[in-house]
């Protein structure tokens, strides 16, 4: 089997990730949210998940919300929920 760039699910992968939104280099404070809530809220897998969002440098934590987009979209939503929780107590 031939590796090479651009056809397979790889390239396709590599470009998802390079071209993922604009950054700054710094994680928001809703992808600080996320990241907390899956820390505390996630089962080992997705805590060890959390930690390598934390310490990812940019490129990584692009290519971390692409290779798990449905862990991102289920923690976005506990933490939108969490926030609205505790905003209302």
Known sequence: ???????GAHGERAAEVA???ECE????DSEIEVVEAMGKWGGGFVQAL???FRRADLHNFR????AFPEYWTKY????????REG???
């Open 76 to 83: 976005s939503e506990v933490a939108r929920k969490a926030k």
């Open 87 to 89: 905003s209302s107590s």
């Open 63 to 66: 290519a971390l919300r692409v």
């Open 50 to 52: 959390a930690e390598a």
């Open 19 to 21: 071209s993922f939104g």
């Open 25 to 28: 280099g710094e994680m928001t």
């Open 1 to 7: 089997m031939t590796r090479g760039r651009g056809r």
